[in-house]
């Protein structure tokens, strides 16, 4: 089972594809997706509206080329965590519909997990913080020798996620 793993946000898209097993799980792709770097200073709201737009098509844009490069059988995503800032929750929201249009488009089925069912998947405890995450992260999956940041972490964590569900549904 090939898995693409997604962690949404409006800043930071964590995308990554995992194959094999939830025993064996293979790193066969993932990033950091940043759609686009503004600058704050000097914005209206119109330039917000505009660049949002960017952003969601970008989001979009770039969903489509991971599935059509590596033809996962599914993608996992992240559900919405709601935090203070409600705009931004729903700009998350906006993004995370756009991933889910390009996967139905493609025909992939689409599974939603909690952040606690994926912490408590890859770590055992649903309560763990970021760095107890990548470093399960790190010990089930060889990855490759670069910097990464936690978005790109938890796309895989996401993708282990459903391979462990996975083998418990078959």
């Known amino acids: 089972m090939k898995v693409l793993g997604i962690d949404p946000g409006y800043d930071r898209l964590?995308?990554?594809?995992?194959s094999g097993d939830a025993s064996r799980p293979t790193h066969e792709h993932s990033e950091c997706f940043?759609?686009?770097?503004?600058p704050k200073s000097g914005?209206?709201?119109?330039?917000?509206?505009?660049?949002?737009?960017?952003?969601?098509?970008?989001c979009g844009e770039r969903v489509a080329a991971v599935?059509?490069?590596?033809?996962?059988?599914?993608?996992?995503?992240?559900?919405?965590f709601f935090a203070a800032n409600k705009t931004t929750a729903l700009h998350v929201a906006e993004i995370r519909g756009a991933i889910l249009y390009e996967a139905t488009r493609a025909n992939i089925p689409v599974v939603e997990y909690a952040p606690?069912?994926?912490?408590?998947a890859v770590?055992?405890?649903?309560?763990?913080?970021?760095?107890?995450?990548e470093d399960m992260?790190?010990?089930?999956?060889?990855?490759?020798?670069?910097?990464?940041?936690?978005?790109e972490y938890d796309?895989?964590?996401?993708?282990?996620?459903?391979?462990?569900?996975?083998?418990?549904?078959?």
């Open 14 to 18: 964590g995308i990554a594809v995992i």
């Open 34 to 38: 940043t759609p686009i770097v503004t």
């Open 43 to 58: 914005r209206t709201k119109a330039d917000d509206t505009k660049d949002f737009l960017e952003r969601l098509h970008l």
């Open 67 to 80: 599935i059509a490069e590596h033809a996962p059988d599914a993608l996992a995503i992240e559900t919405l």
């Open 116 to 120: 606690s069912s994926v912490k408590l």
């Open 123 to 133: 770590t055992g405890h649903g309560a763990s913080d970021k760095r107890g995450v």
């Open 137 to 151: 992260v790190k010990r089930l999956v060889t990855l490759p020798q670069r910097e990464m940041i936690d978005d």
């Open 155 to 170: 796309a895989i964590a996401v993708a282990i996620t459903h391979l462990s569900h996975a083998r418990v549904t078959r």
